[in-house]
T-cell receptor, first 113, second 110 residues
């Protein structure tokens, strides 16, 4: 069945450094991928989404490119800030009429001063 | 921006008791979802609905029921709460190619 894999459970970085959070997926449908961000004690919020192959999508300094050839949608930022500390989820839409999302387990990003 | 509200925001329940979590959206969205979040498990889908008076099982429906009396309201019901159902519960609705999440309900079963 469809699945999403996030390989890192925790990423710890110093402020100002670049970051890449990994996301790979498996699906038999045409993929529609999402990144959600969840700050402590808050609801998940959409950060990025894409269904277009090889096109970079950007929002709030974060960017990601859907690569269908490698089934990947990695999240990147060139310079992390303390406020970027949060839990990041990659998700895949099942593209059916249920509008369901299949979530990865999430990656916690901790940014240190 | 899409608005999804949940009540209560936190609840302490006793084992074996009945718990009802409520969700309300004002965005005219047809699709609504209930998730639970546990450390190490991400977000897991319990039930969902795409029309009033109809609900569907998600990936982990055991021990939960759902009710969709109107387009705006979607409830999650724990008939016999158990310790293992201690978690944070999120409601969401779908619109414009994204899911909008409510603020969550922290449920503690003692």
């Amino acid at each position: 069945g469809d699945s999403v894999t996030q390989t890192e459970g925790l990423v710890t970085l110093t402020k100002g450094l670049p970051v890449m959070l990994n996301c790979t997926y498996q699906t038999t449908y045409s993929p529609f991928l999402f990144w959600y961000v969840q700050h402590l004690n808050e609801a998940p919020k959409l950060l990025l989404k894409s269904s277009t192959d090889n096109k970079r999508t950007e929002h709030q300094g974060f960017y990601a490119t859907l690569h269908k050839s490698s089934s990947s949608f990695h999240l990147q930022k060139s310079s992390v800030q303390l406020s970027d500390s949060a839990l990041y989820f990659c998700a895949l839409s099942d593209q059916g009429n249920t509008r369901k999302l299949i979530f990865g387990l999430g990656t916690t990003l901790q940014v240190q001063p | 921006e899409a608005a999804v509200t949940q009540s209560p925001r936190s609840k302490v329940a006793v084992t074996g008791g009945k718990v009802t979590l409520s969700c309300h959206q004002t965005n005219n969205h047809d699709y609504m979802y209930w998730y639970r979040q546990d450390t190490g498990h991400g977000l897991r889908l319990i039930h969902y609905s795409y029309v009033a008076d109809s609900t569907e099982k998600g990936d982990i429906p055991d021990g939960y029921k759902a009710s969709r009396p109107s387009q705006e309201n979607f409830s999650l019901i724990l008939e016999l709460a158990s310790l293992s159902q201690t978690a944070v519960y999120f409601c969401a609705s779908w619109g414009g190619y994204e899911q909008y999440f409510g603020p969550g309900t922290r449920l503690t079963v003692l």
